[in-house]
């Protein structure tokens, strides 16, 4: 219990710094960026994956009820292309996913067996606890590449450590 505990206390720590890095984001930062690595696309790739990778298994993940699949992508080279440049997200669309994946959280936790010894995503060859600190790691890289761009712009977020 005091693993999964440790867990929670960290996804909900990286998820108000993620939170601050979409609610405190600037209007003209919100869809600048090259494309597809525009500041809400990367924002909304963190959550995404992040929600993802809280299913046990990729056949037991159930999309966000606003989720346009292309939207998580970063890369011009991915399998389905590049994706439309649309701006299809708010900064209060993603800061409702993020309280989503945070109200759901201790349910998405109590649902993973930390102890299978696959991640339940073909692409990650890997026990289910390594894919769980490999996903804490994911959603950090992200909102460093969010601070980055939001601290250029004299804006200040704050460290959270534990919730």
């Known amino acids: 219990m005091q693993m999964i505990a440790g867990f929670e206390s960290q996804y909900r720590a990286a998820l108000a710094m993620l939170h601050q890095t979409i609610e405190r984001c600037p209007d003209e930062l919100w869809n600048s960026g090259d494309h597809p690595r525009t500041y809400w696309r ?22 966000w009820e606003k989720n346009v699949d292309h939207a ?30 945070e109200q759901n959280l201790t349910n998405f936790l109590a649902n993973i067996d930390f102890n299978a010894p696959t991640s339940g995503f073909s692409w ?8 769980q600190l490999v996903n804490i790691r ?19 977020l704050d460290w959270v450590s534990k919730r």
Do not use: V
């Open 138 to 156: 994911h959603i950090g890289i992200h909102i460093g590449q969010l601070q980055e761009l939001i601290y250029a712009k004299g804006i200040d």
């Open 42 to 63: 990367i924002a909304y790739h963190a959550l995404y994956y992040t929600h993802l990778y809280l299913a046990p298994t990729l056949e037991e993940f159930i999309p």
């Open 72 to 101: 998580r992508i970063l890369w011009d080279d991915d399998e389905t292309g590049i994706p439309p440049a649309d701006l299809l997200y708010s900064q209060q669309d993603l800061l409702d996913y993020c309280t989503f994946i």
């Open 124 to 131: 990650y060859r890997i026990p289910k606890f390594e894919h």
